[in-house]
């Protein structure tokens, strides 16, 4: 009987070894692509039910928001025609990329002021927000149908997202709070919705099962012209938007009103998984935590990911099969790394798969021939891929060499 419990106990600790090398490894390259011809910042991903790939990023001096394809796996992109400027397709600043299981492409996009080829004598405080718009396409980009959803001064940062049955949440400020918008019907309609918040910025949104739906609200606004003390929550929903219930956030952060002071904020990740748990990604100035919530937000347990000598930020999350997959920032200036990852908690233990940082000589400072390393955007994104591998796009910004566009990376992670 005791030979039989030993075995047992072997079997048990032979198993959780298994478990634990599973997640333990490297996140490598294992291909990457670059698309030139035209300048994608901040860009979004999204994966087609038929495997297809997605890729926006925004260009301040185009009329009609940018889009590429790709049918196989990223290594080669097209450009997908969304229509014209006379047709609704009007954008040219912060997009927004979702894939219902229907196939139905969901494209958010808003318009800033365009700033003149010849800037002399340009007053630089009167550019704003001018509106929020969405094209959807029932037909993998081939036709699009376009909509404002808001035209008012200073609208800024659009997030969209698409609940558990089916229908699509569309949130953006203009410095007078948190604005919402829903359809029930792919994107025919749409329905105003009572405003989430009376102030702040839409940092993040994420929808979770059960009608779950989480928005991050941040004190900066209107493209950073308005700046409310204090403002630092999350609102979640678990009735697909009807009531919101404000929650406390875990950890520390610092804020500040004047551009380049402390930690530089401006998207603060949020996103589900599949059970209902809600994952909160951010900055503690040289240190990178998680924030985990079982319970709507109740009740918070953080995990340090990782640490630097270097200042931490630009985060951004995405969850998928038990799994964070993660990028940031560190450092600026000559210093300036671009970072990525992948994180499995088992209980009380973290586990985490670093990509080798990566220094982006073709991301040079945002205008003119500098040879300034920059960040290329508030964030970069990444997302599991059905096939198992990781999907995660960079702007390339490189004026001095004529070489703008983006780059695709295909990441995997190996076991250690």
Not at 31 to 45: I, V, W
Not at 188 to 217: C, E, F, M, N
Not at 336 to 360: D, K, M, R, Y
Request: hydrophobic share 30%.
């Amino acid at each position: 009987m005791k030979q039989i419990a030993n075995l047992l106990l072997l079997f048990a600790i032979c198993i959780g070894c298994t478990s634990n090398q599973a997640f333990e490894g490297k996140l490598i390259i294992e291909d990457k692509t670059d698309q030139l011809g035209s300048l994608a910042r901040e860009p979004m991903l999204a994966e087609h039910p038929n495997g297809d790939l997605y890729v926006t990023g925004y260009k301040n001096s185009t009329e009609s928001p940018q889009l590429w394809k790709s049918t196989d796996s990223g290594n080669s992109w097209t450009s997908v025609d969304v229509g014209t400027k006379e047709q609704g397709a009007d954008g040219n600043s912060d997009v927004d990329l979702v894939i219902d299981d229907y196939g139905n492409i969901y494209f958010l996009t808003m318009r800033y002021t365009t700033v003149p080829e010849d800037t002399t004598g340009f007053d630089w405080s009167s550019m704003k927000g001018e509106h929020v718009a969405v094209g959807i396409s029932k037909d993998e980009g081939s036709n699009w149908e376009w909509t404002y959803l808001s035209q008012n001064d200073y609208d800024d940062r659009p997030w969209i997202e698409i609940a558990s049955d089916g229908s699509a949440h569309v949130i953006w400020n203009d410095g007078k709070g948190v604005h919402y918008v829903s359809s029930n019907d792919q994107g025919k309609t749409w329905s105003q919705r009572r405003a989430i918040y009376p102030k702040g910025g839409s940092s993040h949104l994420a929808a979770g099962p059960d009608g779950k739906i989480a928005v991050r609200v941040s004190p900066s606004s209107a493209s950073g012209f308005v700046f409310d003390e204090g403002v630092d929550v999350i609102l979640i929903s678990s009735d697909y938007g009807s009531t919101w219930n404000e929650v406390e956030l875990p950890g520390q952060r610092d804020w500040s009103s004047e551009f380049g002071q402390g930690t530089p904020r401006w998207v603060e990740p949020i996103d589900w998984d599949e059970k209902g748990s809600l994952y909160y990604l951010w900055s503690e100035g040289k240190q990178l935590v998680l924030g985990v919530s079982n319970n709507n937000g109740k009740d918070w347990k953080t995990f340090p990911i990782t640490s630097s000598e270097k200042l931490i930020y630009f985060p951004y999350l995405n969850v998928s099969n038990g799994e964070i997959s993660c990028t940031w920032i560190s450092g600026q200036g000559s210093e300036l790394t671009h970072h990525a990852g992948v994180i499995a908690i088992q209980g009380e233990q973290v586990f985490f798969s670093e990509l080798e940082p990566q220094t982006l000589t073709d991301i040079k400072i945002r205008r003119g021939g500098s040879e300034d390393l920059g960040d290329g955007g508030e964030y970069y994104p990444i997302k599991q891929l059905s096939n198992g591998s990781y999907g995660m796009v960079t702007s390339i910004q490189n004026y001095s060499d004529n070489r703008l566009g983006f780059t695709w990376w295909k990441l995997v992670r190996t076991e250690k």
